[in-house]
């Protein structure tokens, strides 16, 4: 899928579809929505078999192209252009394509059934990887007790892969206290270049990231969506900026979800959010929209 509408990634690729929900965060999952329910092209849960998609020659092509960014007001994009057709700025500069992989799977699944096939497809992965080294790969997991023992290290493959981001999705303190220090563990265990990130979506409580953010190279935090979403409050949203900005770890703010924070509550009650969608939420907290991004390290060390 080119020009994905995911805020913090210039494109999504999704080696095949289909996965199986593990924590409370899945419960309104999107992608089964969309692939099970809504297309039914895939079965999703435990007894399903995830499909390999057809879209593999997608990365090669965006490994070609020449990405640009405006300094000025954060456009992306590949056309060759002097100004920016955002703002009109003549300030843009080179810079590297972030692919978000998968955005309908989790690459790190285990599947008893089709370990050996998706082990091929997880293999298959690295080595695209390893040939699209102008591209910054995020690879984001609920699953990070899986990534030591599938990635290949260096030794066994000779790849640096020095263009692989991990990140795992936390969505409460619980999930957080058990899949951060696992995606921490790839900084000592593991010959890993790469960036460390984490994505609360959707946020369901307040969260204590502070012992970690000096591992971190970035935080993203969004809202639920959909016909069920829960809402996010506006201290759990605001507690995770403010431990970013304290750690001085981008944050990225990618949307309220289905509920604003704010409405008028007579003086004396709490905030309690109301649900006005998606679009009328937004993505402004405290006048301000957060799109921080780290800064990936530009050809170095790649391949
Ligand atoms: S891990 Fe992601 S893709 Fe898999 S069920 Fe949970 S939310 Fe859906």
Redesign the pocket.
């Known amino acids: 899928m080119e020009n994905t509408n995911i805020e913090w990634a210039d494109h999504t690729f999704n080696p095949w579809v289909g996965?199986?929900?593990?924590s409370d965060?899945?419960k309104y999952?999107y992608?089964?929505n969309m692939m099970s329910k809504r297309f039914k092209k895939v079965q999703?849960g435990p007894g399903g078999t995830r499909i390999r998609t057809k879209t593999w020659g997608e990365p090669l092509r965006w490994n070609k192209q020449e990405w640009a960014e405006c300094t000025h007001c954060g456009w992306r994009g590949h056309e060759f252009i002097v100004y920016c057709p955002s703002c009109g700025d003549n300030s843009l500069q080179p810079t590297r394509a972030r692919v978000f992989c998968a955005s309908?799977?989790?690459v790190f699944e285990d599947k008893p059934d089709q370990r050996m096939e998706m082990n091929n497809w997880r293999r298959n992965l690295i080595e695209l990887i390893h040939i699209t080294p102008n591209l910054d790969w995020l690879l984001l997991t609920?699953r990070p007790e899986n990534i030591l023992g599938w990635i290949p290290n260096k030794r066994m493959t000779g790849y640096t892969l020095s263009n692989i981001n991990f990140g795992v999705?936390v969505e409460d303190q619980e999930q957080a206290n058990e899949r951060v220090p696992l995606l921490v563990e790839l900084k000592t265990m593991w010959e890993f270049t790469g960036m460390l990130f984490l994505s609360c979506e959707p946020l369901l409580g307040m969260i204590d990231l502070s012992r970690w953010l000096t591992q971190i190279g970035w935080v993203i935090v969004g809202g639920e969506s959909g016909p069920n979403a829960r809402p996010a409050k506006i201290e759990w949203v605001r507690g995770i900026r403010d431990q970013c900005q304290a750690a001085e770890v981008p944050f990225l703010f990618k949307q309220w979800g289905e509920y604003s924070p704010i409405r008028a509550t007579p003086i004396g009650f709490p905030f309690e959010p109301q649900r006005v969608g998606k679009k009328a939420a937004g993505r402004v907290l405290d006048g301000q929209i957060w799109n921080q991004f780290p800064i990936f390290r530009i050809g170095e060390n790649h391949v």
């Open positions: 996965c199986t929900k593990v965060g899945c999952c992608a089964e999703w309908l799977a989790d609920k999705s």
